[in-house]
């Protein structure tokens, strides 16, 4: 008895290891499987992972070669440019971007306009941000200054390269119809009638004060002009409360258009008053101005000499093709240069020519008289510049 239940017992532990060998061999399988399977998803995720990190540094379009314009705000952080890059489609996406920016300690980026291409990869880009693009201006409190003689594009201009606004937001802004007819508004005196002149190049010409302004950092251009036009409307009143506008035939508009011919063609204010006394006398003798500064408007441009072919343009500014004073200002005269047509002095001249050398204005009365000055002063020499400068000047015989 006691044999056979030694034999079961032997029997039943033999089953046991065996059991235990195959339980420990199937786990180990497993867990083989397992670290095995763990690999494999470790690779592939790994190869996924870099494949997808590499196309998020890549460029967006490699076939795009066009050039994005990409502005940086001053102060803005990493994370700010990335958004910034890719709602420009520079980049692919901002989070892995600015990781990268951190995994190579990237600081120096700079604020700045970029012209920038989806073609870059972001290695590019970052290369691009670091070298520096056009600076961005400084919004600062600052002082503008308009001379006497300006004109509104030359304001614009002077504008420009003191503040943020551009020239083109200048001189959309004075052509804004709307804006135009709100500042008539509130300038109703000043500016009454002004939207009814027809051939008006611009209808503000002339109505920006020469004078220095305050600008402080952010002003809108609109508040800009209207400063200008509000200097203006002073110094209108002040003429009117003074009784200087009482003598003159002129509205304050024809006033300004004849004081912005003054100013251009007189230096001192008692070369002013004769000038304005010439072109008064050859108004009422219905003589054409044949003001050189009136053609030079109509063209667009600044040149010493005026040439025959200039005197052809097509324009109500050209004052050897039509009669009266133009349409409006040539530039923003000064108040003594509209002082200058409001008290002219009164003479027999109806001719002037200036030295080209000394800019000494000589008057005549006749076209003879004219005729000499201009063969002395103006045709000293025969050079072809001075042959040009005379051929010009007897074109004027009645010009200046």
Same mark, same amino acid.
């Given at each position: 008895?006691?044999?056979l239940?030694?034999?079961?017992i ?8 065996t ?23 470790l ?35 990493n994370r ?7 709602e ?10 600015n990781?990268y ?6 600081s @120096?980026l ?8 989806? *073609?870059? !990869?972001?290695?590019?880009v +970052? #290369? ?7 600076p961005?201006?400084?919004?600062v ?8 003689g300006m ?5 614009a ?6 503040t943020?606004?551009?020239k ?10 709307a ?20 051939g ?5 010409? @002339?109505?920006l ?7 402080? *950092?952010? !002003?809108?251009?609109?508040? +800009? #002009? ?10 209108y ?20 258009t ?6 251009k ?10 000038i ?7 108004i009422n ?5 044949q ?6 408007y109509?063209?667009g441009v ?17 004052l ?11 530039d ?10 409001l008290?002219?002095?009164y ?5 002037f020519?200036?030295d ?29 510049t001075q ?5 010009a ?7 200046e």
């Amino acid at each position: 008895m006691k044999k056979l239940e030694w034999k079961k017992i032997r029997e039943q532990a033999r089953e046991s290891e065996t059991y235990h060998v195959k339980e420990t061999l199937w786990t180990n399988r497993i867990v083989k499987y397992i670290i095995i399977g763990l690999f494999i998803f470790l690779l592939v995720t790994g190869v996924g992972g870099y494949l997808y990190v590499r196309h998020a540094l890549g460029p967006v379009d490699a076939n795009n070669q066009n050039k994005v314009a990409v502005t940086i705000p001053i102060g803005s952080s990493n994370r700010e440019i990335a958004t910034i890059l890719k709602e420009h489609g520079i980049i692919h996406h901002v989070d892995l971007f600015n990781f990268y920016l951190k995994s190579k300690s990237v600081s @120096g980026l700079q604020a700045g306009h970029y012209e920038l291409s989806p *073609a870059m !990869t972001a290695e590019e880009v +970052i #290369i691009a941000l670091e070298k520096g693009g056009t600076p961005i201006a400084v919004d600062v409190d600052t002082k503008l200054t308009v001379i006497e003689g300006m004109t509104l594009e030359q304001i614009a201009e002077m504008v420009a390269n003191n503040t943020p606004i551009t020239k083109e937001e200048f001189m959309a802004t004075v052509n804004d119809e709307a804006f135009v007819k709100h500042l008539t508004t509130q300038f109703p005196s000043l500016l009454n009638g002004l939207m009814e002149i027809e051939g008006l190049k611009y209808r503000l010409e @002339g109505y920006l004060f020469p004078a220095t302004y305050d600008y402080f *950092a952010g !002003t809108d251009v609109k508040e +800009i #002009i209207t400063q200008m036009v509000a200097k203006t409307n002073l110094e209108y009143h002040k003429l009117k409360d003074n009784g200087d506008l009482n003598d003159t035939w002129m509205s304050f508009h024809q006033v300004l258009t004849l004081a912005s011919i003054v100013e251009k063609e007189g230096i001192t204010d008692e070369d002013r008053k004769l000038i304005a006394g010439v072109f008064l006398n050859r108004i009422n003798a219905e003589m054409p101005l044949q003001s050189d500064i009136t053609v030079l408007y109509a063209l667009g441009v600044h040149k010493e000499l005026v040439t025959y072919e200039d005197l052809e343009v097509d324009s109500p500014y050209n004052l050897y093709k039509h009669h009266g004073l133009g349409p409006g200002p040539y530039d923003s005269p000064s108040l003594n240069a509209i002082l200058a047509v409001l008290h002219p002095t009164y003479s027999d001249y109806y001719y002037f020519v200036a030295d080209l050398e000394t800019q000494k204005i000589y008057y005549s009365a006749t076209i003879e008289e004219h005729d000499a000055l201009v063969a002395q002063y103006v045709n000293k020499e025969s050079s072809s510049t001075q042959e040009v400068s005379s051929e010009a000047t007897d074109e004027s015989e009645e010009t200046e």
